[in-house]
C-alpha cells in the first residue's frame, strides 16, 4: 500500500532500478471488492466483502489414527561401536555436508558473523547461523533449524516436540536477547488427504504448538506443503512427515556465540542432559540403517527442562565460562563429540557410564548438549547447572593426539585414529561430490584428509585502528559504487569505501544512461558483483553491451580510463564486466582473446 502523494516517487524508483510496476487500485472503505475493465467500462466484478470473508461453512474431514507396525529397535548381534559409526556417518543427514557448502559463497551481504562452516579446517559443524545488522554495530540476528522427519514416523506429536527442542539447543550456541523474544517460522510437508496422515498432522500442530507455548516462543509465519503424495504404478508414494522450524532472535553482541569445533586440547567435555536419563532409539539414525525406526521415538516431555537448559547455555556463552558446544541430534552422542573432535582437529578420551546398552548411550538422540571447558570450569559449570534442576556430568578430555578413545562402563568400545573417523563421515559427501564437480579435483581434495592441519599465520605488523578523521574529513576523493539490474553487493562494497575514508556514491547503470551522473566527477570506479541480469551464464555481457553500443557511455568509461588519477576495482560480475569492455588484462586485447566467464 502506497499514500497517493508518494506514487510518483515510487515510480521514479522503480525506473531507477529496471523494475515494472502497475497501480491495481485503490482501498475505499466502503467494505465492497469492485473490479472495473478499462476496456469497455464494464464491472465484472462487485461483491459485499461480508459474502467473502463472512460466515463460509467450515469443511469436516474425517480420519483417524492408523494401526502402527512399529517395533522395537532389533540391532543385529555382530554389530560393533565401530560398523554402526560407519554406517551412520554414511546418511547424509549426519555425515560431512562439505558438498553443499563448496560450491556456494558463504559470506554473501558482508554480513554473516557465523556461517555454515568453523574452526581450523573450516568443517560444516556450526548448530546456527549469525547475521550482522550493519557493517558498523555488533547488533544482528540469530537463526537455527530443528527438524525430526524420522522420528515424526514413529510419533508425528513426538517428533513435533522433538523439532522444537533441536532448533533451541542450536540456537543456544549464540547469546540473544531474551528467549521468549524467540519466533520461529514452521514449514509442513505432509500428505495429509491419505488414511491416517491427517490426524496424525493434527496431533503435530497441537504438539508443537503446546510446547512452544510452554516454553515461551512462538510462530510468526510459515508455508504448507500439503500435496506431497503421487501416483506411481498404481501405488502410492508419499514423503516423509516433516516440519521444519526456523527460529530467529535478536543479538545484543555478534561476538557472543560458541562454535562446535574444540579450542584447547587438555580442556573437559561436560554433557548437559535435557531428557531427565531417557535413551531411546526409536527414529535414530541407527535404526534407520538397520532398516528399521522403531517403537518409541525420544520425546522433549519436559519443556521447562529445555527452557532452563537453553538459559544456563546461554549464561555461560555469555559469561565466557565455555568455549564450544554442539547439541545431541541426528546421530547420538558419539557424533556430537566427533564432530567436535573433527572440527578441532585434535583427539578425544571419553569414559561413559550408564545402566543401558552402549548403543543406547552412544546413539539415542534424545535432547542434550555438550560443552568445552577448563578443567578448572568443571565443579563450577556442573553446579550452576544443578541449581537449576540440570543433570550435567564430565564425560572425558580433550587431547592433542588424533586419536578417539572411548570407554563404556570401563570397556574400551571404540579406539580409532581421529582422521580415520573423519575420512568416513566425509565419505558420503565425496562422493557426491564426485558426481557434481571435476572427480578429479574431489579426488585430490581427499587425499588431504588424513593431512590436513589448522593454517599458521604471522602478523607482521601490529593491527591499529584507523584514525578518527576519516569519515569527517573534507578531502575525502569520491567514488562511484556502479551496479546493474540484479546487483546485489553493493551495500559491502560502499561500507568498505566508506570505512576507508571515500565519499561513497551509489552510481546505477540507469543515472548514466539517463545522464543524472558521470563518471567526470569521481576519482574510483568499483563494479559490485552478484547475480545481474538474473545469473545467466556470461551474466556480464548485458551489463557491458550498455556500455559498448551506447556511444556516449562507451566514451564517458573511456575517457575514466585514460585519466591518470582515476582507480578503478570489480569483483565478480564487476570483474568480467571490466574484461569484456577491455579494461582487464589490458586494453587493446581482442574480444575472442578476452577471459570468458560462465
Known amino acids: 500500500l502506497i499514500r497517493p502523494e508518494n506514487i510518483n516517487q515510487f515510480k521514479e524508483m522503480c525506473r531507477r532500478e529496471k523494475v515494472n510496476c502497475e497501480i491495481l487500485g485503490e482501498v475505499t472503505g466502503d467494505l465492497r471488492f469492485v473490479v472495473h475493465d478499462s476496456q469497455d467500462g464494464s ?83 556450526a548448530d546456527s547461523a ?14 537455527a533449524i530443528g527438524e525430526q522427519s524420522i522420528k515424526m514416523l514413529v510419533d508425528p506429536a513426538a517428533g513435533a516436540r522433538m523439532a522444537v527442542g533441536e532448533s533451541l539447543t542450536n540456537l543456544a550456541s549464540v547469546v540473544v536477547e531474551d528467549i521468549e523474544q524467540i519466533k520461529c517460522s514452521a514449514n509442513w510437508m505432509w500428505a495429509p488427504k491419505l488414511p491416517g496422515e491427517g490426524v496424525a498432522i493434527r496431533d503435530a500442530v497441537k504438539a508443537m504448538r503446546d510446547s512452544m507455548i510452554e516454553i515461551g516462543i512462538g510462530v510468526d509465519g510459515g508455508k504448507d506443503s500439503l500435496s506431497m503424495a503421487t501416483m506411481v504404478a498404481d501405488e502410492v508414494v508419499k514423503s516423509p512427515r516433516q ?26 567435555l561436560i554433557f548437559i542432559e535435557l531428557s531427565s536419563g531417557r535413551e531411546r532409539l526409536g527414529g535414530s539414525a541407527l535404526a534407520q540403517v538397520c532398516g528399521q525406526i522403531g517403537e518409541i521415538s525420544p520425546d522433549m516431555e519436559d519443556a521447562q527442562l529445555v527452557r532452563r537448559g537453553f538459559e544456563a ?17 541426528d546421530g547420538g552422542l558419539i557424533t556430537t563429540v566427533l564432530e567436535m573432535a573433527f572440527a578441532g582437529n585434535c583427539g578425544l578420551s571419553l569414559d561413559l557410564e550408564g545402566e543401558s546398552s552402549v548403543f543406547k548411550k552412544l546413539f539415542s538422540e534424545e535432547l542434550g548438549y555438550v560443552v568445552e ?19 550435567a556430568v564430565k564425560i572425558g578430555t580433550t587431547i592433542a593426539d588424533p586419536q578417539i578413545s572411548i570407554i563404556f562402563n570401563g570397556q574400551r568400545v571404540l579406539d580409532e585414529p581421529m582422521v580415520e573417523l573423519r575420512r568416513l563421515w566425509e565419505e558420503t559427501s565425496y562422493q557426491l561430490e564426485r558426481l557434481q564437480a571435476d572427480p578429479a579435483c574431489a579426488d585430490q581434495e581427499k587425499e588431504q584428509i588424513y593431512r590436513r592441519s589448522g593454517p599458521s599465520y604471522h602478523l607482521s605488523f601490529k593491527p591499529e585502528k584507523p584514525a578518527g578523521d576519516r569519515q569527517t574529513r573534507m578531502d575525502k576523493p569520491k567514488v562511484a559504487i556502479l551496479r546493474d539490474e540484479g546487483s546485489n553487493s553493493d551495500r559491502e562494497m560502499s561500507s568498505a569505501f566508506y570505512l576507508a575514508g571515500f ?57 575514466f580510463y585514460q585519466r591518470p588519477d582515476t582507480f578503478s576495482l570489480g569483483v565478480c560480475n564487476g570483474c568480467q564486466l571490466f574484461g569484456l569492455i577491455g579494461w582487464v588484462p589490458w586494453a587493446g586485447l581482442e574480444p575472442q582473446q578476452q577471459p570468458r566467464f560462465i
Open 130 to 143: 549469525v547475521i550482522a545488522q550493519t557493517h558498523f554495530g555488533l547488533t544482528g540476528v540469530g537463526t
Open 503 to 559: 565519499e561513497v556514491w551509489d552510481i546505477n547503470m540507469s543515472d548514466l544512461l539517463e545522464e543524472r551522473a558521470t563518471l567526470d566527477e569521481f576519482r574510483g570506479l568499483a563494479a559490485v558483483g552478484g547475480f545481474s541480469y538474473a545469473d545467466v551464464p556470461e551474466s556480464a555481457k548485458g551489463w557491458a553491451a550498455t556500455i559498448r553500443f551506447n556511444e556516449r557511455l562507451r566514451q564517458q568509461f573511456e575517457k
Open 243 to 268: 516440519l521444519v522450524i526456523s527460529l530467529y532472535a535478536a543479538v545484543p553482541d555478534i561476538r557472543k556465540k560458541i562454535t562446535p569445533d574444540i579450542k584447547q586440547p587438555g580442556s573437559a
Open 43 to 125: 464491472t465484472p466484478v462487485d461483491i459485499d466483502l461480508d459474502a467473502l470473508l463472512g460466515s463460509i461453512p467450515q469443511k469436516t474431514f474425517s480420519d483417524g489414527h492408523s494401526n502402527g507396525r512399529t517395533k522395537p529397535v532389533l540391532l543385529p548381534r555382530d554389530i560393533s561401536v565401530k560398523k554402526a559409526l560407519e554406517l551412520v556417518f554414511k546418511l547424509v543427514s549426519v555425515g560431512s555436508k562439505r558438498f553443499l557448502t563448496n560450491k556456494v559463497d558463504r559470506a554473501v551481504t558482508g554480513l554473516i558473523a557465523q556461517q555454515q562452516c568453523c574452526g581450523p579446517l573450516q568443517l560444516t559443524v
Open 373 to 391: 571447558c577448563r578443567e578448572t570450569e568443571v565443579d563450577r559449570i556442573v553446579g550452576l547447572l544443578a541449581d537449576v534442576g540440570i543433570r
Open 313 to 329: 547455555i546461554q549464561q555461560l556463552v555469555s559469561d565466557k565460562q565455555i568455549t564450544a558446544g554442539h547439541d545431541r541430534s
